[in-house]
């Protein structure tokens, strides 16, 4: 059995991963995992931007009050304000690493607009490709110092006592490597890929939090998983993301007659929180309605949004017409795996930081272009803890003694169908309780295997991650933000502030058998 060894070890390669290591490569020697390439990730596909209340009309305390009001007021108020007046700093930061961002004639900030801000305060390069521009940006730093370890999956974390020391990975050829290290941090994303329409990267399956599950982490807040309104979508299959600020630029959204749809439905209208947009759309095409994104009103539309024109040209959506065809996709995991504000979770040695972690600052509902943001800024404080934190021994003796694989394996499609048809944008009790059967009658029957290959284990990962979700969902009995419930559908004051929390000791197989 292989062995390495280094201070600081980060699984995940999306923007929150990559600027922790740019933070701590100074000071720790620091390891990247990332199961497929470095770009494979959510972060390169973000298109809107990235929120800060940087203008002189601007102020962070609007930001924070449209981020809670957003955010259906679920949000943690301290995590929120340090996410806000945090940013401004975060965002000289990137500049000074050698992020552009756009500017006008004038040498000023080019300010977006998007869903449910109340100002324009969104920073974006290259029209619509902030993301790509980002990542590529922090990797160029990143790869010049050799952190990236391509290919490596982490299958399993080494856990002795109530500390993390390091991780099981394995490699494309299965060669199965012991990694210890005084910090580990997961950077995973989170867990909207299990949805058959969705926005993210294919890597995204909720492998993040079912790594921290395993090793006793505490979880929260799963059943708030945030559906995107606009995706450009073929017979059913999602073709990428039509960005908000299509919407924030005068895009409206209509049916085939050209009935605006969200005109009576929010005094935003367009511009609503996506939870409310995503419903809309959601009943339009259940009441065997068309949708579209109006573009007409929109000058220059292939100069401001180059990814959008790029996607629609290739799946044949003629710009030239007006009409972009969208639907709503699932599109960013509030909950996760729980933090403080310094990324510190209920295991020692143990950090979580961008959407695997619930740092509590999107509440029921993320506010557009805020992903971006949290992101550095909780980076920046998990960097910042760590430099300050004494590293503990790292190195223990360990035995790869296998792991507990399923015995009955369903398709990825299976898992797909049941996340959507039950957990979807609304649930129900009966529905709910459905998919918990569905998930638990492979979970009940596991065996432990001494050479997995990386399919059983990412399809226990994601039984086991559906599961938490359903019971998550059935265990909230109201309406908030992304967890719409139509046999609950309204707020409820006992639920204000109150989260979902799952742990390890709340679940065990009833029936484990060991075999190769």
Request: net charge negative.
């Amino acid at each position: 059995m292989k062995t390495r060894q280094t201070d600081v070890l980060i699984i995940g390669s999306g923007l929150s991963g990559l600027m922790t290591a740019e933070l701590l490569s100074l000071h720790k020697n620091v390891m990247i995992f990332t199961k497929n390439r470095l770009e494979d990730c959510n972060s390169y596909l973000a298109q809107g931007g990235i929120a800060a209340a940087i203008q002189e009309k601007d102020d962070w305390y609007d930001h924070f009050l449209d981020t809670l009001q957003a955010g259906c007021f679920h949000n943690e108020t301290i995590a929120t304000t340090h996410l806000v007046t945090e940013g401004p700093e975060m965002i000289q930061k990137l500049v000074e690493l050698g992020v552009k961002f756009d500017r006008k004639s004038d040498g000023t900030y080019d300010f977006g607009k998007e869903g449910a801000h109340n100002c324009a305060r969104i920073l974006h390069i290259g029209g619509d490709a902030t993301g790509r521009h980002l990542i590529d940006t922090v990797k160029k730093r990143i790869t010049e110092k050799d952190l990236v370890v391509e290919g490596e999956t982490a299958i399993k974390l080494i856990v002795k006592g109530n500390r993390c020391c390091g991780v099981w990975s394995m490699d494309a050829n299965g060669e199965i490597t012991a990694t210890f290290a005084g910090a580990v941090i997961l950077a995973t994303g989170g867990l909207s890929g299990l949805y058959p329409v969705n926005s993210n990267a294919s890597t995204i399956t909720g492998d993040g939090i079912a790594l921290a599950y395993e090793a006793g982490a505490e979880l929260s807040d799963l059943e708030f998983i945030q559906f995107h309104p606009t995706l450009l979508v073929n017979e059913g299959k999602s073709l990428g993301l039509v960005t908000e600020a299509v919407r924030g630029a005068g895009g409206i959204l209509v049916d085939e007659e050209g009935n605006r749809l969200m005109d009576n439905e929010h005094p935003s209208k367009d511009l609503a929180p996506r939870d409310v947009v995503s419903r809309v759309l959601y009943r339009a095409q259940r009441n065997g309605k068309k949708t579209f994104l109006d573009i007409r009103s929109i000058t220059n539309f292939q100069k401001k949004f180059p990814t959008v024109t790029n996607l629609c040209g290739e799946n044949g959506v003629s710009i030239e017409e007006g009409l972009i065809p969208v639907a709503p996709g699932a599109h960013f995991t509030m909950g996760g795996v729980e933090t403080d504000v310094s990324g510190r979770t209920s295991v020692d040695g143990l950090f979580a930081v961008g959407e695997v972690a619930n740092t509590r600052v999107h509440g029921a509902n993320r506010l557009a272009s805020n992903s971006l943001l949290e992101g550095v800024v909780f980076a920046n404080r998990l960097a910042k803890a760590i430099r300050s934190e004494r590293s503990a021994p790292s190195n223990t003796r360990v035995n790869w003694q296998g792991i507990e694989v399923l015995t009955d394996s369903p398709s990825y499609e299976h898992i797909r169908e049941i996340m959507n048809k039950y957990i979807g944008i609304e649930r129900n009790e009966d529905g709910l309780k459905k998919a918990i059967q569905h998930f638990k009658r492979y979970l009940r029957i596991t065996r432990i295997c001494e050479i997995p290959s990386v399919e059983e284990i990412q399809k226990h990962n994601q039984v086991l991650v559906g599961w938490l979700v359903a019971e998550s969902a059935l265990q909230r009995t109201e309406s908030r933000g992304s967890h719409y419930r139509t046999d609950y559908p309204d707020q409820h004051e006992k639920w204000k502030q109150c989260r979902v929390k799952r742990r390890k000791e709340h679940y065990e197989p009833v029936e484990t058998t060991a075999g190769a």
